[in-house]
C-alpha cells in the first residue's frame, strides 16, 4: 500500500458523493428520469470505492503463519467485485433503455438541466477515470483499474444522459435510449475484460509475454550466469512471484555463487518496477534437469 491508492480513492468516493447529491437533487426537482437513473449509477461508485477501500487494505496486510506470501488476493477478489458491480450497471442500463424503446415514457422536461449536469459529470469522471488508471498502473493494482472503469461507465451514462438532454431540445427523444445501449454494451465489454484478467490471476496464470522476456533479458544480464531455465511466474495482487534455475561454473566458490544468484533476483525485481519476489535455484553448469520449461 503506497497511500497514492488510498488518496485517489477517497478523491473518488467524495466525487460520486456529490455527483449523488446533485444528479438525484436537480433530477427529483427537474422531473427528469434519465437524472434520477444517472445518480443512483454514481450511487453503485460510491458503493465500489468503499469496496475498493476494504480490499486495499486487506491486501495490504503482511504475510503470517496462515499466508505466507501475503494477502494480495484480497485486492484481486475486490477487483472482481467492482467487475460484478460493472455488469450490474451495463446490464441496467440497456434494460431501462430497451424498456423505454418498447414502451415510451411520457416527455420528461429538464432538458438543459439535463446537458448541463451531464457535462459536469463526465468531465469530472474522466479527469477520475484518468487519475485513478494512472495510479493503478504504477502500484500494479487490479481493483483500482477495476475502480477506474467504473468511473469511466459513470462518465459513458452520462454520455447518454447528454445525447437525451439534446435530443429532448431538438423534439426526439429516443437518442438516449439508443446511446444508453451502446453505452451498456461498452460496460459490459469493460467487465468481462477486467474478469478475464482477474481469473486468470486467481487460477495460478504466469505473467505476460512482455514480462517473461523483461525477466530473461534480466536474467542473462548478470555475469557468471551460463545459461537458465525452469522459468515459473504468477502474480499475487500486486507483487510478481517469480521462480528460476540458473547454471553457472561448477568450479565457482558457494560464497561467489550465491553473489550471482543475489544479483539475478535484484535484477529481475528491477525489471517488474520492483513489484516481485524472486527464488533463484542455482546448478552447476552440465547438471541435467528433468523438466525443462
Known amino acids: 500500500m503506497t497511500g497514492q491508492d488510498i488518496r485517489i ?20 426537482l427537474e422531473g427528469s428520469m434519465a437524472l434520477v437513473a444517472d445518480g443512483v449509477h454514481s450511487l453503485s461508485d460510491l458503493a465500489t470505492d468503499l469496496v475498493v477501500l476494504g480490499g486495499i487494505r486487506l491486501g495490504s496486510r503482511p504475510a503470517d503463519r496462515s499466508h505466507a506470501f501475503g494477502h494480495g488476493k484480497y485486492e484481486t477478489m475486490a477487483g472482481v467485485l467492482v467487475a460484478l458491480a460493472l ?4 446490464a441496467w442500463l440497456i434494460w431501462e433503455a430497451a424498456l423505454r424503446l418498447a414502451r415510451p415514457f411520457p416527455p420528461q422536461g429538464g432538458g438543459l438541466v439535463m446537458m448541463a449536469v451531464a457535462g459536469v459529470s463526465i468531465l469530472a469522471k474522466e479527469a477520475l477515470y484518468r487519475a485513478t488508471s494512472r495510479v493503478a498502473r504504477r502500484v500494479h493494482s487490479k481493483a483500482l483499474q477495476a475502480n477506474a472503469w467504473h468511473h469511466r461507465s459513470d462518465a459513458l451514462s452520462s454520455v447518454a444522459v447528454l445525447l437525451g438532454g439534446a435530443t429532448m431540445a431538438l423534439g426526439y427523444p429516443v437518442g438516449d435510449k439508443v446511446a444508453a445501449i451502446v453505452v451498456g454494451g461498452m460496460v459490459l ?4 475484460s477486467i ?3 482477474a481469473f486468470h490471476e486467481l487460477l495460478e496464470g504466469a505473467l505476460s509475454e512482455e514480462e517473461k522476456l523483461a525477466i530473461s533479458q534480466a536474467i542473462e544480464s548478470v555475469d557468471g550466469v551460463q545459461s ?4 515459473r511466474t504468477r502474480r499475487l495482487g500486486r507483487q510478481a512471484l517469480v521462480d528460476v534455475h540458473i547454471q553457472v561454473d ?9 553473489q550471482i544468484a543475489t544479483q539475478v533476483e535484484q535484477a529481475v525485481s528491477r525489471s517488474l518496477g520492483g513489484f516481485a519476489s524472486v527464488v533463484v535455484h542455482v546448478e552447476p553448469k552440465g547438471e541435467e534437469d528433468e523438466w525443462d520449461g
Do not use: E
Open 195 to 197: 474478469l478475464r484478467r
Open 9 to 28: 480513492t477517497l478523491l473518488g468516493g467524495a466525487l460520486n458523493l456529490g455527483l449523488v447529491a446533485l444528479k438525484l437533487g436537480l433530477g427529483s
Open 228 to 231: 537458465w531455465h525452469r522459468l
Open 189 to 192: 465489454a469493460a467487465a468481462a
Open 87 to 90: 455488469i450490474g450497471a451495463g
Open 250 to 258: 561448477p568450479n565457482l566458490s558457494v560464497t561467489r555463487a550465491h
